[in-house]
């Protein structure tokens, strides 16, 4: 069974940072892509970056030179680093892992729990 906790959520003041991470847990043996997507209050769910095992990054247009995306595969952990926040950014965080091979299955999307981000004016 695989899981996907996702942490580092809360209250920041406009301009400040906060970190999320996304650890995998369970019999995983590889997981391909790992992304992060939020859902601001009455909006459809978004894009907001992806790592792949190798290390390649990808990100939304609006969100390059804020966001950082990184991974320790040793630990099965990804982080989403975001820097110069806005009200804007405002939003429930998830963690999606693709194509993600364990012992006896393989998965297309898992999609871990969300964590909110309120960032205020």
């Known amino acids: 069974q695989v899981q996907l906790v996702v942490s580092g959520g809360g209250l920041v003041q406009a301009g400040g940072s906060l970190r999320l991470s996304c650890a995998a847990s369970?019999?995983?043996?590889?997981?391909?892509?790992v992304g992060w997507y939020r859902q601001a209050p009455g909006k459809q769910r978004e894009f907001v970056a992806t790592?792949?095992?190798?290390?390649?990054?990808d990100y939304a247009e609006s969100l390059k030179g804020r966001f950082t995306i990184s991974r320790d595969n040793a630990k099965n952990t990804v982080f989403l680093q975001m820097n110069s926040l806005k009200p804007e950014d405002t939003a429930v965080y998830y963690c999606?892992?693709?194509?993600?091979?364990?012992?006896?299955?393989?998965?297309?999307?898992?999609w871990g729990k969300g964590t909110l981000v309120t960032v205020s004016s």
């Open positions: 999606k892992a693709e194509r993600v091979r364990t012992p006896t299955d393989y998965i297309m999307n898992y």
């Open positions: 369970g019999s995983i043996v590889s997981i391909d892509v």
């Open positions: 790592i792949t095992s190798g290390g390649g990054t």
